[in-house]
């Protein structure tokens, strides 16, 4: 059975850093590229970043270039999101997801909650 | 970005047949996925590039479209639908998703 297990969130303060871990299972990791994408509180979905299979490419969007970092240990089978100069707009509930073809995403974890407050 | 557009909300039966629409701002040719979210709960893969089913979904659920109109069919709905579901799209840099529709029965 596939898992993704996220962990790290928590209250923060603007301006400071937080690192994200998802934990797969269930799964070759080494052979998919991954994802994280966000849901502000009732809010929609918003793709955050990608990274290769290999870890070789990765992908930002506009708002967190700069700022986020997507990586992965594939020995360790874990993603992960470094996150620096947090603001509020990047409150959210993020997700590991697990790419599949034609740029869907096929598994989500459970998801954890970051939120940037003072 | 590519906006998709998404009626807020939709209220039906159970037994009857759902359709719920999904425009782009611009061409996606199929490239448009669907997912089911329960409250609480994470995003569920339903479709995939327009009208395929994912793994383990109900036949209930079918899609279909293509360029910029896509639709998600639940035929019949059952209780166990309630739900918000959203559109996707992965053909122009970057995916974007629809605001999502929040599917109610009555």
């Known amino acids: 059975e596939v898992q993704l297990v996220e962990s790290g969130g928590g209250l923060v303060q603007p301006g400071r850093s937080m690192k994200l871990s998802c934990a797969a299972s269930?799964?070759?990791?080494?052979?998919?590229?991954m994802a994280w994408v966000r849901q502000a509180p009732t809010k929609g979905l918003e793709w955050v970043a990608t990274?290769?299979?290999?870890?070789?490419?990765?992908y930002y969007r506009d708002s967190v270039k700069g700022r986020f970092t997507i990586s992965r240990d594939n020995a360790k089978s874990t993603l992960y999101l470094q996150m620096n100069s947090l603001r509020s707009e990047d409150t959210a509930t993020y997700y590991c997801t697990r790419e599949a073809p034609y740029g869907s995403y096929s598994y989500w974890g459970q998801g954890v909650m970051v939120t940037v407050s003072s | 970005d590519t906006v998709l557009t998404q009626s807020p909300a939709l209220a039906v039966s159970p037994g009857e047949r759902v359709s719920i629409s999904c425009r782009a701002s611009e061409g996606v040719n199929s490239y448009m996925h669907w997912y089911q979210q329960k409250p609480g709960q994470q995003p569920k893969l339903l479709i995939y590039k327009a009208s395929n089913l994912a793994s383990g979904v109900p036949a209930r659920f079918s899609g279909s479209g293509s360029g910029t109109d896509f639709t998600l069919t639940i035929d019949p709905v059952e209780a166990d639908d309630t739900a918000t579901y959203f559109c996707q799209q992965s053909w122009n840099d970057p995916n974007t998703f629809g605001a999502g529709t929040k599917l109610e029965l009555k």
């Open positions: 269930g799964f070759t990791f080494s052979n998919y590229g």
């Open positions: 990274i290769s299979y290999d870890g070789s490419s990765t």
